[in-house]
């Protein structure tokens, strides 16, 4: 075997470990941050949860926001991916993605809402995540939102946002002990009432639709 070529397949081993490392701290990271408090979290916590070296990690991300900045562009594609893209506006189907996204997700993403203020670069993860999910439910209702002036737009937008938010699904699912096929259905209830209240013609026209629950 000539020598560049034993050179060459060196190099793309290496590369090959370095990716495999970077994999393997993403993650540590990620299931830590959905574990514990971000100032329990060190990074010598997360090189022995993935087994390589400290100064590995200090390589790869850095600093402490740096792996906050590194774990956050890692699962964004991940978390958009389990999701899936907003191509309905029915009820049902949107909490069944609703129910996907946050059974697999909602711990994390729920940690970095939290916990926003306590670093710069989570707040930079929290703000980007809630632009993402404000963006996408504005795409699945877009056609319910188009029928309203303005102002209750905004209203209709933000009331929709929020039954689809991670805050709703995990009190649902932690604090009162839905399954998730129950919770599924609390969602989809209230996301067809939102939608009711903005298509019924006694809607306030004070800028916000009528209440139905």
Not at 12 to 32: F, K, P, S, V, Y
Not at 146 to 171: I, K, N, S, T
Request: glycine share 6%; proline share 4%.
């Amino acid at each position: 075997m000539k020598a560049d070529t034993v050179r060459g397949y060196q190099q793309r081993q290496r590369a090959q470990a370095a990716d495999a490392n970077t994999e393997r701290i993403l993650e540590a990271g990620a299931e830590m941050f959905a574990a514990r408090s971000i100032d329990q979290i060190t990074l010598a916590a997360v090189a022995e949860r993935a087994g390589v070296g400290v100064q590995t990690v200090i390589r790869r991300v850095g600093t402490k926001d740096g792996l906050i900045r590194a774990v956050g562009a890692w699962l964004a594609p991940q978390i958009e991916a389990t999701r899936g893209a907003p191509t309905t506006s029915d009820p049902a189907a949107v909490a069944a993605r609703i129910a996907q996204q946050y059974e697999r997700w909602g711990m994390v993403t729920d940690r970095a809402i939290r916990e926003r203020d306590a670093s710069p670069a989570l707040a930079e993860v929290a703000d980007a995540g809630r632009r993402s999910h404000r963006d996408w439910t504005a795409t699945a209702f877009a056609a319910a939102l188009d029928r309203q002036p303005p102002a209750r737009r905004h209203d209709l937008l933000g009331r929709l946002a929020a039954v689809c938010g991670v805050e709703l699904w995990l009190v649902l699912r932690r604090d009162q002990g839905l399954s998730v096929a129950a919770a599924q259905a609390a969602v989809a209830d209230l996301i067809a009432a939102c939608l009711a209240a903005a298509a019924s013609p006694t809607a306030s026209t004070d800028g916000a639709p009528a209440a139905t629950f």
